[in-house]
């Protein structure tokens, strides 16, 4: 199973290694021997045992961004920690307060230095001298203990500290408690890297306690996010109050006959740091303070502002004293900001100990002798609703945004973060000096040894890409193409085309009844014309037959979008007789909201006037209006186009809501295909509890895609009775970490980039030491640094080699129809991301969804949020349903 990808084709922080190299004849492997299996019977696993070696394809040696390391040969001792008076606090004040605990409170008892994975785990290289009871409790406070200037006394928060009993390591029949997490960690961790010791909870502990070793030294000094960690050497100032930060990923990974850190380059936008005013004109494009007075900040942009600064820690930039409306401290300790002020500072009244009622700006003019410069901008409620002017607050750098950015900021972050294999590969050995592994006292104490003399050489193979077919129409000399619908019983297949490394071209068919709508009104005649043309050319170079356009129609972008698409639909019919089968949409730079409605009115082009971009709209309309656009050969790829065995696939997938949001639905899909070919496929989507990865409803979504995959085998294929229903289910599942696995189940050169070419495989070193997995490149570079899908068999009654799924799942990635390229993942997978993408337009545009389960929806009212979206989802017009309306 693929992880989910972030940008197809690109880099993203490591959920799996990056891989570069060439295709030679030969190639070398490590110097230890590898099995061809690894089923013993004495070994348990979750997914499948590994059933052998893939053998198939061109040897190549490669380069991976992974780094040996050593095995601590000593004794780990696991902790519990609770804080029992305190609701779950952010990993950040997490690590201060073990680090205030080890170093000011207790260091008598904590030398050498624990490590803390900002959560529930603490790791010591010695027992910690509790006693016989077993655990022990601490008062710790922040900064020096003593109490601020107006007398109040520092917070004080209280953790417990437990052993933990653990099942012994070297897995006798019985559980007994223990004062260390393993007896001989060494051994475990040994036992297992050589297909010895079965994948268990002391195993995924072991591996836990290594990862927080690495990332202890870095966590105390920089800015983290779950497995990253970011330095202001190199960022970027992309506007809008934002800041991007390069980062590195670090991840301790078992291989096969070796430890090993997977180490890449990751990416955080970042609140910029500054005058709390500034960033906030930044964010809603103002060019000075005053446009954030009361008057004149509409409420919509209050609000935006509300959700940008909500959850940021600001100081003030001035003492303030003791008082309700300034949180009576005096030092500069942080903030969150809980949210943004209705009224402004001048407009702001609160009452004073002595009766008297006093407004903020008043208050800081009369008791702290501070007039305000913009006494009619808003202020930031900090605390327990004391309230601070905007102009006094600063924003710390170095702060996570844990919200989703602007859309048009998109392309600055992919521009920062992609970068080419051998730059990338430079940026990661820079990341080793800024690791420093051999400095770090963490890593020496727990007798760590990271060997950072260059990344792993690996084997690869590059497989042999699967031959496509293609059906007539085409003027090219050597590829045709394909253009069925559902009511055609056969498809006119003349040509094959072997791709070459992951790209192919290919021509579609005939449109007729068609119209072009445009919004934006900075198009003339001419260059609606000029549109038309291209299209037109576009069409024919790759055999498409387009008939004139039927109507043209203006509209303004205050016009209702659905309106004006109606109609348009029905001047078509009106002159022809026939529905419409394609609307040309011309939509304004950055008009998100005119798209949304456009998407939730149905499945229609927005173009630009570009060859390549008209080129690639064609294979999207041909499977959008029910034809198919390529199919593999049946001998390339015999286990999907077996008569015997018919096939279905299927690709599953789960969108949680951005950080912060309380009761918005996670979106589910499930795709298949319904034809014997693999090529042509449905969707069903839903939705479900907010972030839970488990699909809920997937025996209903199966049975809705078997639904159509034997009504179409029996109507379009005429098969008969029992022969219309599948024989053998194969199903790709996106995004399921390796933790939830068993809940599923109850620089060598390369290519032109830099990369390795499509059909590059690995599954020996770095893979895993018991169980069938693999990593496969099946696309060709683009931009930046490719990155392989990580393939994990959890289930398997059809007994495949190694060699059989890996071909089976190479071919799967060049059938995606949007593309004359081979993907990233197995084209269900993808098309169920799409799916899961397109569910949140699925709602109409008209209602008010924005503000539901937003940052501060009240918890108890999540239940009733979700509901609303549940209800409010609309289901697809059936029309839509057997067509691939997400391609």
Request: with cysteine.
């Amino acid at each position: 199973m693929p992880p989910r990808a972030a940008p197809r084709g690109s880099a993203p922080r490591g959920s799996g290694p990056a891989i570069r190299g060439s295709s030679s004849s030969r190639g070398g492997t490590s110097s230890y021997s590898l099995s061809t299996t690894t089923n013993r019977p004495n070994i348990t696993t979750i997914g499948v045992p590994r059933p052998n070696y893939g053998a198939g394809g061109t040897i190549s040696n490669i380069h991976v961004n992974s780094f040996r390391t050593t095995i601590p040969e000593g004794v780990i001792h696991h902790y519990d920690v609770i804080s029992p008076s305190e609701k779950t606090l952010p990993a950040r004040l997490n690590m201060d307060i073990i680090e205030s605990l080890q170093f000011r409170i207790a260091p008598a008892i904590f030398t050498p230095r624990c490590v803390y994975d900002g959560r529930k785990n603490i790791f010591a290289v010695r027992e910690l001298p509790f006693g016989e009871r077993g655990y022990q409790d601490f008062d710790v406070t922040l900064g020096d203990g003593r109490p601020d200037p107006n007398g109040r006394p520092p917070k004080v928060y209280k953790v417990r500290l437990t052993k933990v009993a653990e099942i012994n390591p070297e897995h006798v029949s019985f559980t007994r408690p223990l004062n260390y997490l393993f007896n001989i960690l060494n051994r475990v961790l040994k036992r297992f890297i050589h297909g010895e010791q079965s994948h268990d909870n002391s195993v995924l502990t072991a591996i836990t306690a290594l990862n927080v070793v690495i990332r202890m030294a870095p966590t105390m000094a920089y800015p983290f996010n779950v497995r990253s960690f970011f330095t202001s050497r190199e960022t970027r100032d992309i506007g809008s109050g934002i800041s991007l930060w390069r980062g590195y990923f670090q991840s301790v990974r078992p291989g096969i006959g070796q430890m090993l850190i997977n180490i890449d380059i990751s990416t955080a936008t970042m609140y910029k740091g500054g005058p709390l005013l500034v960033v906030c004109c930044e964010y809603l494009g103002k060019t000075n303070p005053n446009f954030l007075a009361q008057h004149t900040l509409s409420e919509r942009e209050r609000y935006r502002l509300h959700k940008f600064i909500q959850g940021v820690r600001v100081v003030t930039n001035q003492p303030i004293g003791a008082h309700p409306a300034a949180g009576g401290r005096n030092e500069p300790t942080p903030r969150v900001v809980k949210g943004l002020s209705i009224k402004s500072a001048r407009m702001e009244y609160f009452t004073l100990r002595d009766g008297r009622s006093l407004s903020v700006a008043d208050y800081f003019k009369q008791t702290m002798n501070r007039p305000l410069q913009f006494p009619d901008c808003l202020c930031v409620e900090v605390g327990s609703g004391a309230k601070i002017p905007m102009e006094l607050c600063n924003i710390p750098p170095g702060q996570i945004l844990r919200k989703q950015i602007p859309p048009d900021k998109t392309k600055d972050v992919l521009d920062f973060a992609t970068k080419r294999p051998a730059d990338r590969l430079a940026s990661i050995r820079t990341g080793l000096s800024v690791l420093a592994y051999g400095q770090s006292e963490y890593v020496r104490q727990f007798g760590m040894r990271v060997d950072e003399s260059g990344p792993l050489k690996v084997q690869a193979r590059v497989l042999k890409p699967p031959i496509l077919r293609y059906g007539v129409g085409s003027k090219a000399p050597t590829i045709v193409s394909v253009l069925v619908n559902l009511h055609e019983t056969e498809l006119l297949i003349v040509k094959m085309k072997t791709p070459n490394n992951g790209a192919w071209n290919i021509p579609v068919g005939p449109i007729v009844a068609w119209g072009m709508v445009v919004f934006e009104h900075r198009f003339k005649e001419q260059q609606i014309q000029d549109v038309a043309e291209g299209l037109y050319n576009g069409c024919a170079k790759v055999g498409i037959r387009l008939e004139e356009m039927v109507v043209c129609k203006f509209a303004s972008g205050q016009q209702q979008v659905r309106k004006t698409l109606m109609e348009a639909g029905k001047e078509i019919y009106a002159k022809l007789k026939v529905a419409p089968s394609l609307l040309v949409v011309i939509l304004p730079e950055g008009a998100n909201d005119m798209y949304t409605e456009v998407k939730y009115f149905g499945d229609v082009e927005c173009t630009r006037a570009k060859p390549q971009y008209f080129a690639n709209v064609c294979l999207k309309i041909n499977v959008k209006l029910g034809g198919i656009n390529t199919i593999p050969d049946p001998s390339s790829v015999s286990v999907l186009t077996d008569p015997h065995m018919p096939t279905i696939v299927m690709g599953a997938d789960v969108i949680h809501p951005s950080p912060g949001s309380v009761g918005r639905p996670s979106f589910t899909s499930l795709v298949g295909n319904v034809d014997s070919d693999t090529a042509k496929y449905v969707a069903d989507s839903r939705v479900q509890t907010s972030r839970q990865e488990m699909i809920a409803d997937l025996c209903e979504m199966s049975k809705h895609v078997l639904g159509f995959y034997t009504r179409y085998r029996a109507s379009v294929e005429k098969k008969l009775g029992t022969t219309c229903n599948p024989k053998r289910i194969i199903f790709y599942r996106d995004g399921v970490s390796e933790g939830q696995f068993k809940q599923v189940l109850d620089i060598d050169g390369g290519d032109r980039t830099g990369n390795c070419l499509a059909g590059t495989v690995v599954d020996r070193e770095i893979a895993h030491p018991t169980e069938f997995d693999f990593y496969l490149q099946s696309h060709g570079g683009l931009l930046g640094t490719s990155r392989p899908a990580h393939y994990s068999v959890l289930y398997d009654e059809n007994n495949f080699s190694a060699d059989a799924l890996q071909s089976l799942s190479f071919a799967l990635c060049h059938v995606y129809a949007r593309s004359t390229r081979s993907v990233s993942i197995p084209a269900p997978v993808y098309y169920a991301d799409i799916v899961c993408s397109r569910a949140k337009n699925h709602y109409d545009p008209s209602e008010v969804w924005e503000s539901l389960g937003s940052e501060d929806t009240p918890s108890g009212d999540a239940g009733e949020s979700l509901d609303k979206f549940r209800t409010g989802f609309k289901p697809l017009h059936h029309r839509q349903a057997s067509l691939m309306y997400f391609s």
